[in-house]
């Protein structure tokens, strides 16, 4: 991924079984010169992003 112009950052995802249903794996590497409060600050963006995610594969639908 890019988070900025000329800055590469690596990061994996992996969707493991466990049990009735699944596990979502999800590893962010600092990258090499980032601050720790610019990784802190994408950290608590992916937070946020997996909660909506999550609140929304957990919702039901009507139809």
Known sequence: ???????EAV???RVVPAGDGVEY???QLQAPGMPDDVFAK???ALEH???VL???LEVE???
């Open 54 to 56: 999550k609140a929304l």
């Open 42 to 44: 994408n950290v608590r």
């Open 1 to 7: 991924m890019s988070p900025a112009p000329g800055v």
């Open 49 to 51: 992003e997996l909660a």
């Open 61 to 63: 639908c009507p139809l």
């Open 25 to 27: 794996v999800f590893t």
């Open 11 to 13: 990061a994996a995802s």
